[in-house]
């Protein structure tokens, strides 16, 4: 797929303030004159959220990993259908909280399931999409518990699942993010998700506005 937009997706632990920072860059850009589309990973779209729905329910801790794994692509394929590719084909930014990256760090490390078959999906599901610029908002691994534990606490149940898994499992998503950062430095700029709000907004600015 040759996308006319630009394609930024935001990565990230729970409870990094990842949904936060695009909302604000989302005010900023469309300030600018921007047309901008917001979407998250799973949902994104009613498909997507029924899908979503599924996937993050604290009760359903008996769905297998190769049942994740192809639910998060089943709302991923509906998400690039319906509202990604139309919105770059249309020259549009696309901003999205989390993509194809999460699902390398959490079913393809996190669950064992590999790198090859995430990808391997990944092109059928997503048609090979990639983001243009990845913003990892990086933060250790008891921050991301503790600050995910305070906002669920705050909330009615529901969206609870994957904050529920072990914190080994947690601390090989961490490592698998450092690992991609690491290994695509150009596309995935990490971001000290630990400072103040406005900082964190500021440093994203400056790494979106070469792009715009």
Same mark, same amino acid.
């Given at each position: 797929m040759r996308a006319r937009g630009l394609f930024i997706s935001f990565e990230g632990l729970d409870g990094s303030g990842k949904t936060t920072q695009m909302r604000r860059l989302a005010k900023r850009l469309r300030a600018r004159g921007h047309v901008v589309l917001e979407t998250v990973e799973p949902g994104g779209t009613e498909i997507g $959220?029924? #899908?979503r729905q599924v996937l993050l329910d604290a009760a359903n801790q008996e769905l297998s990993p190769t049942a994740e794994l192809l639910l998060y692509f089943a709302s991923r394929a509906q998400n690039v259908d319906e509202r990604i590719g139309?919105?770059?084909r249309r020259g549009e930014i696309v901003l999205a909280d989390r993509f194809t990256d999460s699902t390398l760090v959490y079913q393809g490390c996190g669950r064992g399931l590999g790198a090859e078959t995430v990808l391997a999906l990944d092109r059928i599901? $997503? =048609?090979g %999409?990639?983001?243009d610029l990845t913003l990892l908002l990086d933060i250790d691994v008891e921050t991301s518990l503790a600050r +995910? =534990? +305070? =906002?669920?606490?705050a909330q009615p149940a529901g969206e609870t699942r994957m904050d529920e898994q072990s914190l080994e499992f947690h601390r090989k998503v961490y490592e698998a993010y450092q690992a991609l950062a690491a290994g695509e430095p150009e596309r995935i700029r990490r971001i000290d998700g630990r400072a103040? #709000? @406005?900082e /964190? @907004? %500021?440093? /994203?600015?400056d790494m979106v506005s070469a792009h715009v």
């Open positions: $959220g029924k #899908i139309p919105a770059l599901a $997503g =048609r %999409l990639k983001p +995910a =534990r +305070a =906002r669920n606490a103040a #709000i @406005e /964190i @907004e %500021l440093a /994203i600015w």
